[in-house]
């Protein structure tokens, strides 16, 4: 019964947290930075990593300056990093993650990219590719292998495209 209503309120945080997404897709980006930032207070900096691995990586799409969305990418990759590390009760989330990574390393790659840090910027496109071979050929695995090829063909062959402002995630 305990385990149940656990889950229970996994699943309630996790539906709060789409409900700000859809807010941002929307266009009420303000607003889905507040509710973002409520929802991160409320988990806390130490709280459940998958929580703080969704509720950072959506933070860094609200955010105006690009050195904010870096650090709100770089806090969710060191939670999801976490979720593998803490044992037999995270591993279903450790699954959830999995699939997480591609579009992770690649928001980490465009983030690079718009502060013109190429080789970062690289090393993360690269990560992103390789996570990318693992999802399936669904509107999600689509979508974050096309967002490659765009932040591929933005930063050419060489690594010499253009370096313009960081993409809308998929």
Known sequence: ???RQGQTAADAVLTRIGQVVILH???DREEARRRLLDLWAEVGEHGDPLYRCTLAHYLADT???PADELAWD???LTAA???????PAVREGAL?????YPSLHLSLAADYAGLGQRDAARTHLRRARRAAAGLADD???EGVR???RRLESRLGEDGGGTWGPPRQRP
């Not at 990093?81 to 044992?87: F, L, P």
């Not at 959830?96 to 997480?100: C, G, K």
């Open 1 to 3: 019964m305990a385990e």
């Open 139 to 141: 509107r999600y695995g």
């Open 81 to 87: 990093e976490e979720i593998g590390e803490n044992g």
């Open 146 to 148: 096309a967002a490659i």
């Open 74 to 76: 770089l806090r969710a």
């Open 25 to 27: 897709h929307a266009g």
């Open 96 to 100: 959830a993650v999995r699939a997480f």
């Open 63 to 65: 955010q105006d300056d």
